[in-house]
């Protein structure tokens, strides 16, 4: 059974009759860039002795990590393109996880707003 419609080679037809988008090998290529680009800019701060040493270096560091990872999540895994009830058994369980993340750190003491509030200054 043919799987792709006559319209474009992106569309693609399921069993139940619906037709889902796939991106293009132009948008990977974008995406790619974007990636480099980002992880680029994570190692040329590093050679920065003075952002180093400062208290944004590590949450920098860790904002362009998550943007990497939510970039490869939705585009090379497909997510933005899947139906909604995957999306969610994906980001539901992930959220779960953060937020119990966040509480350990908390309840632990290794995050507190006082560490959050000299971030900011």
């Known amino acids: 059974m043919d799987t792709h419609?006559?319209?474009?080679?992106?569309?693609?037809?399921?069993?139940?009759?619906?037709?889902?988008?796939h991106p293009t090998w132009?948008?990977?290529?974008?995406v790619a860039l974007i990636l480099t680009v980002i992880t680029?800019?994570?190692?040329?701060?590093?050679?920065?002795?003075?952002?180093v040493a400062s208290r944004l270096f590590v949450p920098c560091l860790l904002i362009m990590s998550a943007v990497?990872?939510?970039?490869?999540?939705?585009?090379?895994?497909?997510?933005?393109?899947?139906?909604?009830?995957?999306?969610?058994?994906?980001?539901?369980?992930?959220m779960?996880?953060?937020?119990?993340?966040?509480a350990l750190m908390f309840l632990f003491g290794h995050l507190s707003f006082g560490h959050l509030s000299t971030l900011v200054q």
């Open 5 to 21: 419609t006559h319209g474009t080679d992106t569309d693609v037809a399921h069993a139940d009759g619906e037709v889902h988008h």
């Open 26 to 30: 132009s948008t990977y290529w974008k």
């Open 40 to 51: 680029a800019i994570e190692v040329w701060i590093y050679y920065i002795p003075a952002f």
């Open 68 to 94: 990497k990872f939510i970039i490869v999540v939705l585009f090379y895994m497909h997510i933005r393109y899947d139906h909604k009830l995957f999306r969610a058994l994906f980001v539901g369980p992930l």
């Open 96 to 102: 779960i996880a953060i937020i119990t993340l966040l």
